[in-house]
């Protein structure tokens, strides 16, 4: 599942990245990695998602959420 189809308070761990090459290394410089705990804080009308990663809160966009491949959550797989 992606970031985009969480459920607001779960716990996740970031499986991959899919996105522009300069957007996944921004990700990276900012903690986003693979093996990372996240945690799904609220999405606005507007897609973007907002997460706590690392003790930071970050936002990205709908397209971007899309390609942050994670588990956990109510997924059991």
Request: net charge neutral; with cysteine.
């Amino acid at each position: 599942m992606t970031l985009a189809d969480g459920t607001i308070g779960d716990m996740y761990t970031v499986v991959d990245i899919q996105t522009d090459t300069n957007i996944e290394r921004r990700l990276e410089a900012l903690g986003l990695i693979r093996g990372t705990k996240i945690q799904l804080l609220g999405r606005k009308r507007s897609g973007t998602s907002i997460f706590y990663v690392r003790g930071t809160r970050l936002a990205v966009g709908q397209k971007i959420a899309c390609g942050i491949e994670v588990t956990g959550g109510d997924d059991h797989e």
